[in-house]
């Protein structure tokens, strides 16, 4: 157990359709990133926050937006759904920016139907 | 973007031998990172390395930091079922103002035949 919680485990939503993804970092840890991972691209890196503020951006679309709460947990957004956007999305934390060793959770796996 | 060059995708190898996997990238790395995924379950941090050149192990898990900073590899010795699964390379590298990101490997499968 890395200590890192995601939920749901599992989302099944119809396309158009808007879900939030939920992320509780390790206990101590500042730092949330998002990762998206599909069977076709592997695990790519969407978007990082750090105390509650954004910090680096990756390939995450328009349609998708993040934040980190003040009890720093973290949601990802994702809107007007498409099949294509069915992968495993992981959450990691690490102490800070600086720590190279992120810690991951279990996954969200969304279907969009 | 970065693209990192992990080989082979794929390996079937019978229980007792020695695993080699490496990856490339055309871009430097000021960290590289091994992880290992199971089925359904997120990726756990196997080995970290921090400075060119650098040797690190982890029980039957050795690692090396390339001198170029361009390529790391892993290697298993005497692997064991237990060692199935998607084994991703991982390099970091600051994109500014304290921000940084891992730019994965496609992964190395690995299957272990009893």
């Known amino acids: 157990d890395s200590g890192v919680t995601q939920t749901p485990k599992h989302l099944i939503t119809a396309t158009g359709q808007r879900v939030t993804l939920r992320c509780s970092p390790r206990?101590?840890?500042?730092?949330v990133y998002w990762y998206q991972q599909s069977l076709d691209q592997g695990l790519q890196f969407l978007i990082q926050?750090?105390?509650?503020?954004?910090?680096a951006k990756g390939n995450i679309l328009e349609r998708f937006s993040a934040q980190q709460f003040p009890d720093l947990h973290s949601e990802l957004n994702l809107s007007s759904l498409e099949l294509g956007d069915s992968a495993l999305y992981f959450c990691a934390s690490s102490v800070d920016p600086g720590q190279a060793e992120a810690f991951f959770g279990q996954g969200t796996r969304l279907t969009v139907v | 973007g970065q693209q990192l060059n992990q080989s082979p995708q794929s390996m079937f190898i019978q229980e007792g031998e020695d695993v080699s996997m490496n990856c490339t990238s055309s871009s430097i790395f000021n960290t590289w990172l091994w992880y290992k995924q199971d089925p359904g379950e997120g990726p756990v941090l196997l080995i970290a390395l921090y400075k060119a050149g650098e040797l690190t192990s982890n029980g039957r898990l050795t690692a090396q930091f390339g001198i170029t900073r361009k390529d790391s590899f892993l290697n298993i010795s005497a692997s064991i079922p237990s060692d199935v699964g998607i084994y991703f390379c991982a390099g970091r590298m600051s994109s500014g103002a304290g921000s940084y990101q891992l730019t994965f490997g496609k992964g190395t499968k690995l299957s272990v035949i009893p």
């Open positions: 206990s101590g840890d500042l730092s």
């Open positions: 926050y750090y105390n509650g503020e954004e910090r």
